[in-house]
């Protein structure tokens, strides 16, 4: 009794090392899939300067309250909303003047494309003095990792195939899988306008190019060998 305990404990690990005893063999597999995106989280701030830090922030209070009067015109949902940063600090390039600079950004984020432009030349012309990190979405991002991953899976396969007949061996049984995801689009960078720059873009809607949604999959896949 004492022996067969001792089996059956054992049995897990025998079992496990007869199986990773078997000859396999290791391979990287990589897929891709493209999307156009479909949506975009944008990031739109104020920021003023005064000697007084509570008109400073009484400024900042009221170009936030424009904002979101815009981005209720454009009917965004409340949920797509939300405040991202709120700072009060002192200007310290001038020795004998204190300064005081608020600043405030609202990162929104918009559903329908085709208003972007629109949103920020209304957003601008409401006192936006500071636009960052657009970046495009896309809302089918799992059927593009699905498509990614399956033709990673394939490469995988395709190089594990050769390579058992290169070595005049069958390929067998998937072993493990390991993946990594990964997707890619290039951002738009921070930019503070000045005044006159405002004024010139509040004009008429900017050019945004969205580019395109790269979605990779690499498969590590390890296949027996017979």
Excluded: H, W
């Amino acid at each position: 009794m004492k022996y067969l305990l001792l089996l059956l404990i054992c049995l897990p690990q025998i079992l496990l090392a007869q199986v990773s005893s078997n000859p396999y063999i290791l391979v990287t597999g990589t897929g891709q899939a493209s999307a156009a995106p479909d949506m975009a989280n944008i990031s739109i701030g104020v920021f003023a300067k005064n000697n007084s830090a509570k008109l400073a922030m009484q400024e900042i209070s009221k170009l936030s309250n424009q904002l979101l009067a815009v981005s209720k015109n454009f009917k965004i949902s409340e949920k797509d909303i939300q405040t991202s940063n709120l700072s009060m600090g002192q200007d310290y390039s001038q020795e004998k003047v204190i300064t005081y600079i608020a600043s405030s950004n609202v990162t929104v984020t918009i559903k329908d494309l085709s208003q972007l432009g629109d949103f920020l030349a209304a957003a601008v012309d409401n006192g936006a003095n500071n636009i960052q990190n657009i970046q495009f979405l896309g809302s089918d991002t799992l059927n593009s990792y699905k498509t990614a991953r399956q033709k990673a899976f394939d490469d995988a396969k395709s190089k594990a195939l050769q390579l058992a007949e290169l070595s005049n061996k069958k390929l067998g049984d998937v072993l493990s899988v390991e993946e990594g995801l990964s997707s890619s689009i290039d951002p738009f960078q921070p930019y503070r306008m000045a005044k006159q720059e405002i004024s010139s873009l509040a004009i008429s809607s900017p050019t945004i190019s969205s580019g395109q949604l790269d979605y990779s999959v690499t498969l590590s896949v390890r296949f027996l060998i017979n």
